[in-house]
């Protein structure tokens, strides 16, 4: 295998590691941290400017392998037809150039394929942490209106109880008023009745 498709299978390996840490269950913390890095490094952003530019030369092997792999099938159909292929090892040699024109579409093109994958996987767990994050703050939001609608509702049971007291406060008021009042008109009649018990009693002695 030459360099340049060595160098494209070393470049599938790292991309289904990266894929395989992508779907790996990291706690969210940590995959939070992750991802932000991923997304605002600039030396990551730098690393994903290069890797671009290395998978339009993918795209280029992917096409040569592809013609290589129909040049090689037509040759080989048209000596089978013509009747030119006697020796095994001529046969042979198109099997072994036919498979390694194959190998290099599928190097070729699964690692074109991954990279899609793997930038489509990449957006779908960035809005995945920014959607959790929406929802802790939207639950931490209602927690603080249930707090203060729970306040509210104390404060105004408090203002009913204060009410509630003010107004037994103003009939006990009321009540040692008429107490009061009854006192006074009691030792009034008392009075009255106590000066004419007395009267009474001196004109009997005349």
């Known amino acids: 295998m030459t360099i340049y498709y060595t160098l494209t299978f070393m470049l599938l390996a790292a991309e289904m590691i990266t894929f395989c840490i992508l779907v790996f269950p990291l ?3 940590v995959r939070k941290h992750l991802f932000r890095f991923f997304s605002e490094s600039p030396i990551v952003a730098k690393v994903a400017y290069g890797l671009k530019i290395s998978f339009i030369f993918v795209g280029v092997l992917f096409a040569d392998a592809l013609q290589r792999m129909f040049r090689v ?3 080989l159909d ?16 198109f099997a ?3 498979f390694y024109a194959q190998r290099n579409m599928y190097l070729t093109g699964f690692c074109l394929f991954l990279s899609l994958v ?6 779908i767990v960035l809005d995945l942490i920014q959607t959790q994050e929406d929802y802790a703050k939207l639950k931490k939001a209602a927690s603080n209106n249930i707090a203060s609608n729970d306040q509210a509702k104390q404060i105004e049971e ?6 509630e007291s003010a107004a037994k406060n103003r009939d006990l008021d ?8 009854n006192a006074e008109e009691y030792d009034r009649l008392a009075t009255k009745y106590n000066e004419a018990t007395g ?3 001196n004109k009997k002695s005349d």
């Open 27 to 29: 706690p969210y913390t």
């Open 199 to 201: 009267q009474t009693s």
């Open 78 to 93: 048209s000596a089978r037809t013509d009747h030119t292929v006697h020796d095994v090892r001529t046969e042979s040699s």
């Open 158 to 163: 408090l203002k009913k109880k204060l009410a």
């Open 118 to 123: 793997l930038a489509r996987t990449f957006s």
């Open 96 to 98: 072994a150039r036919k």
């Open 73 to 75: 099938t037509a040759e």
């Open 174 to 181: 009321i009540v040692k008023k008429q107490a009061a009042q």
